[in-house]
């Protein structure tokens, strides 16, 4: 069974830096776009950055220049490096996949377990 696992969540000032990491798992066959989204309480879910399998990236304005996603295709591992970290940042963040597992012929759509980034003086 195909599964992504994240760690690296936790509590920083603001000002501080928090790296994300996010691995798949399982009977992999390829693995398309990666990204991570969060979502705080009381509001939706939102796409905060995303990479193509070729290595193509986007960001929510609000993040721009200040995070950073990248990808280790030979680990199967997506990265989220959040820097100068605000208050508004706080929220359960998770990281997406589009796999294709060994015995389909479809992209389907995984998620983490969810982590908890908190930015608090």
């Known amino acids: 069974q195909v599964q992504l696992v994240e760690s690296g969540g936790g509590l920083v000032q603001p000002g501080g830096s928090l790296r994300l990491s996010c691995t798949a798992s399982g009977r992999i066959f390829s693995i398309n776009d990666m990204g991570w989204y969060r979502q705080a309480p009381g509001k939706q879910r939102e796409l905060v950055a995303g990479?193509?399998?070729?290595?193509?990236?986007n960001y929510v304005v609000s993040v721009d220049g200040r995070f950073t996603i990248s990808r280790d295709n030979a680990k199967n591992t997506v990265t989220l490096q959040m820097n100068s970290l605000k208050p508004e940042d706080t929220a359960v963040y998770y990281c997406n996949a589009k796999i294709a597992p060994i015995g389909s012929v479809e992209w389907l759509d995984y998620w983490g377990q969810g982590t908890q980034v908190t930015v608090s003086s």
């Open positions: 990479i193509t399998s070729g290595g193509m990236t």
